[in-house]
């Protein structure tokens, strides 16, 4: 079932988190936003991802040092794609099929979190979904200890309209001991949710976060 609306859990202060990112890539955050911790924190993840995005449609291709070697690299990729297609996330195109790696849509994303202050991906794993199935859930589990950081699955539904599949990430992390981890997840969502849509052109309806470990 599509969803219009994505909800994104609101900043500890009670701020939309999509809001001040807004503000922050515009450059219009008000003073609350200036000094708020949780906003600060939002809008340098903000800023970091658009930094990115920007950073790497700037970088010029360069080709391999010779033709032979592009052309055995372009003929072994052919090969490695039809002999493991389920390695590979279909994209939507207007100048035809085009294909993503998973493990390279996984590390973009595992990049992601990395850039986050108090955060460190593990692991990332990436599969097509159903529309239908489209919510997200948070568990979050220390090493030597659990702690329940579920959403409301009736507040964590996203829909995309328009097409018969999206995609759902599992990613393990560990947290810097100390912060909120409720607060820390949410954006380590509103993050890959985003660098999805943005950097990989893949719709996310699903996250699902295990913290894995503390560290200080």
Same mark, same amino acid.
């Given at each position: ?35 708020? %911790? ?5 809008? +340098? ?16 291709? &360069? ?17 490695? +794609?039809?002999?493991? %297609? ?7 195109? %207007? +100048? ?8 390279? +849509? ?22 097509? $979904? ?9 568990? $979050? ?9 579920? $959403?409301? %699955? ?10 018969? &599949? ?18 820390? $997840? ?31």
């Amino acid at each position: 079932m599509a969803v219009e609306d994505l909800r994104i859990d609101p900043l500890a202060c009670g701020r939309d988190a999509a809001d001040v990112w807004d503000h922050a890539v515009a450059g219009t955050l008000d003073d609350h936003e200036r000094t708020c %911790p949780h906003c600060r924190a939002a809008a +340098a993840d903000a800023e970091g991802l658009d930094g990115v995005v920007h950073r790497l449609a700037a970088e010029r291709p &360069y080709p391999p040092p010779t033709v032979l070697d592009a052309v055995l690299t372009s003929v072994r990729d052919a090969v490695v +794609a039809e002999l493991r %297609p389920q390695d590979l996330l279909a994209l939507d195109s %207007p +100048a035809g099929p085009a294909r993503l790696s998973r493990a390279a +849509a996984a590390r973009v994303l595992r990049h992601v979190v990395d850039g986050m202050d108090g955060m460190r991906a593990r692991s990332c794993r990436i599969w097509e $979904t159903e529309l239908a199935e489209s919510t997200i859930g948070t568990q $979050t589990e220390p090493a030597e200890s659990t702690i329940d950081t579920k $959403t409301d %699955p009736a507040e964590s539904t996203i829909g995309t309209a328009g097409r018969g &599949y999206d995609v759902a990430v599992a990613i393990t992390v560990t947290a810097r001991f100390g912060v909120d981890l409720a607060s820390v $997840t949410a954006r380590v969502r509103q993050m890959v949710v985003a660098a999805g849509e943005q950097a990989l052109g893949v719709p996310v309806s699903r996250v699902d976060i295990t913290v894995v470990d503390l560290w200080e």
